[in-house]
Structure formats: C-alpha cells, structure tokens
C-alpha cells in the first residue's frame, strides 16, 4: 500500500479480509454446526479451544503492559474481567469448563493442557507472542475478528443445540455473554486503529495484524480437522476419544 485510505476505506478492507478468511468458513464449523460430528469430536474440539480461551487474559494482560495510556489500560481490562471474572468461578473461562464439564470431560486433564494438539498449542502460542511482541497498533489490530464473532456464535448455538442431544444451553452460556462482550471490544479496537493509523504502512500492518489472527483461528480447525475427523491422526499425546466411556484417555498410544 502507497496511498492513504481514509477510515472508511480501512474499515471495508478489514471487513473483507473476515468475509474471505473468518473461521466461519471452515469445514469443521459446518460438521460442527450443522450436526455432522460425533459426541467424541464435539468433545476435542471444546478441549482444544479452551487452551485458546485460557490464553485471552495472558494476550490482553501482555497488551496492557505496554499501554502508556492509562484510559486504554482501563477500558482493555475488561477484557480480563470478562474472562477471568472478578471472584472465583466467575468468568469466561469457567464458563468454558462448565460446557467441558456438560460433554463429560475431566476438568483437571483440561485444564491441564496434557491432552491438546500440537497445532493448537503452536497457533494459540504465536498469536500471545504476537501481541506481545508486535506494536501496539498491531496487537489491537489482531482483535479485531471479534467484528465477525456475533454470526457465527448464534450460527453455533442454534446449530448445536437443534442437533446434539448432550448439549443444553446452560453448557453454552459462554456464548451468551459473547454476543454482547464481543461487539463492545471490536468497536473499541475499530475505532481506535481507525484513528491511529495514520500512515499507509500503519494501515498495511493493521490489515495484516488481522490477516495474522484469522489464520491462527483457521490452523485450529485445520489441526482439528486432520486429527478428529479424518482417521488415524491424533498425534502421540493428544486427547483420544472414547466414544462409550466418554472419557479422555491420557495419551495416544
């Protein structure tokens, strides 16, 4: 990029990198969604994303540390409250063992981590690293799927809960506070790239921050994908369903 978009012109160029690269467009959302997929995948992929949620305050907390302005300190904390919650089991993230909980998961072996995929480990992990390490501007920038989240969060209750008998919607009430937490941060972060990339070369990195997160989502599903819903690919240590005992075996054998 050589010339200046005005923020309207960014704007449509993020909006269109998530209407060509959003995870809504992955295969596995639709076996996911649309009823496809046995109680032992639906139970590996809530296992696999809550290494993602669990790193969400360690992402925004990391981002923090390097904000000099105290009101964008105050206004991003809340992203940690709404994860973390101000009092124990409070919180998004025990939210997301309440559903790991509600498909018969052992809540230590998740919350342990012993039973992810590689590829989500790698993905999660480079996307802290990334808000840690890249400017500011990039690292908010890199929230900014958020924009697309409420769409596909009401895709996934509605598909879920008319297809898959052992799901109820107490188990997905982490979605629920979503629809509203979601669209107040994307707002906060669209505004603000919005205004502080005032060069084309700011406006090229916030485009690519966002490129950067859609495909940390996108790797997920690929490593889900591969190793869950074509046969034989669970890696050596990675969560193994057993689909009658509903349980997780330790490790790959």
Not at 46 to 75: G, H, T, V, W
Not at 123 to 150: G, H, M, N, Q
Not at 193 to 216: G, M, N, S
Request: hydrophobic share 45%; charged share 25%; aromatic share 10%.
């Amino acid at each position: 990029m050589s010339q200046l978009l005005t923020p309207q012109e960014l704007e449509a160029r993020l909006r269109a990198v998530g209407a060509a690269r959003y995870h809504n467009r992955h295969p596995f959302h639709g076996l996911l969604h649309g009823g496809k997929l046995q109680r032992a995948q639906v139970q590996a992929w809530a296992l696999n994303r809550f290494y993602y949620q669990s790193r969400i305050p360690m992402k925004d907390a990391a981002l923090m540390a390097r904000a000099d302005d105290p009101e964008l300190r105050r206004i991003w904390r809340q992203r940690i409250i709404d994860h973390d919650g101000n009092e124990p089991r409070e919180g998004g993230i025990e939210r997301w063992l309440a559903l790991t909980d509600a498909l018969g998961l052992d809540r230590d072996y998740v919350a342990s981590g012993q039973g992810l995929l590689p590829g989500t480990r790698f993905a999660v992990d480079a996307y802290v690293r990334f808000v840690a390490e890249r400017s500011l501007l990039e690292a908010i920038a890199s929230s900014l799927t958020e924009l697309f989240a409420p769409a596909i969060i009401s895709d996934r209750v509605a598909g879920m809960l008319a297809n898959y008998d052992f799901v109820s919607r107490d188990a997905l009430a982490y979605f629920d506070k979503r629809l509203t937490q979601a669209p107040r941060d994307a707002d906060f972060a669209l505004d603000y790239v919005k205004r502080e990339a005032r060069r084309p070369d700011q406006q090229q990195a916030v485009i690519q921050a966002l490129v950067f997160k859609c495909d940390v989502l996108w790797s997920q599903l690929d490593a889900l994908h591969y190793a869950y819903v074509e046969p034989g690919h669970i890696p050596p240590g990675a969560f193994v369903p057993d689909a009658a005992a509903g349980k997780a075996s330790r490790a790959a054998t």
